[in-house]
């Protein structure tokens, strides 16, 4: 079979401030955390993933909470993180909200052929609301203080940052099966887009080619990973058998518990994940109280006590 790709699962990112990130994502963005759990190589450090209302995929921004420094901002990185939400006045709306909890955001202006917002939050983690023009399923959160037809409704595109674009084109094109769309320029950046499979911004990941930047230092605002959606085990087998097939290291496939993956990185030196639609994060909780408690898949739980005595108040 052709091996496709349906789009973003979800994007890791870092935060040095877990109580600040939450108020931000959850109040200010209106999210919901579908999940507290703690990052599973490393269990002195929470990991928080946000969504809709219904935790699903695509639309997960999730973060590891590590006391970094801030992010040294180049290329060889993921560099903005888009947001889909639909009609050009919701982002009028999201400009007068962000500028009233004081976050840096610039003016709608039009970027690839799409009424967008750039804004940051407080840590200079690197946002973007698109009018994606209310195409697709969507699923609001009944408890966010944002209204409905106002609410974040997933991920996509993401922009990524690398020196040189034909080695990048290479894996996504021959290996991802991604299709190269077309170029457009923002400020003074040439920046390539190439989709995953039907739909719009949310199956799109831009390629920004910055090779006068530095190479960029992982930290608190910055992006750790971006992974991409497969529907399932199955799939996930076949895409770790063509990784095998070409040679590309990889770290074989991980169970994550809340979804399977397998993880590499593109010649530009970005970390890339495929993800498995499912079982998805009900499969500890129910629906309705997901994020309220610490969750910790079964082969962390017989250690619940020392993770919770080592974890800072959240």
């Known amino acids: 079979m052709s091996l496709q790709l349906t789009g973003f699962h979800h994007l890791t990112a870092i935060t040095a401030d877990a109580p600040g990130n939450r108020a931000f994502y959850t109040g200010t963005l209106g999210l919901r955390l579908v999940k507290k759990t703690v990052n599973q190589d490393d269990t002195s450090a929470y990991h928080l993933f946000y969504a809709d209302g219904k935790a699903s995929p695509g639309t997960d921004i999730t973060f590891f909470d590590w006391p970094a420094p801030r992010e040294r901002r180049g290329t060889r990185s993921i560099a903005r993180t888009g947001f889909r939400v639909s009609g050009e006045g919701t982002l009028g709306y999201w400009r007068e909200r962000l500028k009233a909890a004081g976050a840096e955001v610039g003016d709608v202006t039009e970027i690839d052929g799409r009424a967008s917002l750039d804004f940051e939050d407080k840590e200079g983690q690197r946002l973007r609301f698109v009018d994606d023009g209310g195409a697709g399923s969507f699923h609001p959160w009944e408890s966010s203080d944002v209204a409905p037809e106002r609410q974040i409704r997933g991920l996509g595109p993401i922009v990524i940052s690398v020196p040189d674009l034909e080695p990048t084109e290479i894996v996504l094109t021959r290996l991802m099966n991604m299709e190269r769309l077309r170029s457009y320029q923002d400020s003074e950046t040439e920046i390539t887009v190439f989709k995953m499979a039907e739909g719009g911004p949310e199956t799109e990941l831009h390629v920004a080619v910055e090779p006068h930047l530095p190479v ?73 109280s997901l994020g309220e408690r610490l969750a910790l898949p079964p082969f962390l739980e017989p250690h619940r006590a020392k993770i919770e005595a080592n974890l800072k108040p959240l």
């Open 216 to 288: 960029a230092s992982q930290g608190a605002g910055g992006v750790h990973h971006v992974a991409f959606r497969t529907p399932d085990i199955d799939s996930l087998h076949e895409w770790t058998a063509r990784l095998a097939a070409v040679r590309l290291p990889s770290s074989g496939e991980v169970e994550r518990y809340y979804f399977r993956s397998l993880y590499f990185r593109e010649p530009g030196g970005i970390l890339f994940e495929i993800a498995t639609d499912g079982p998805g994060f009900a499969v500890d909780e129910p629906e309705e």
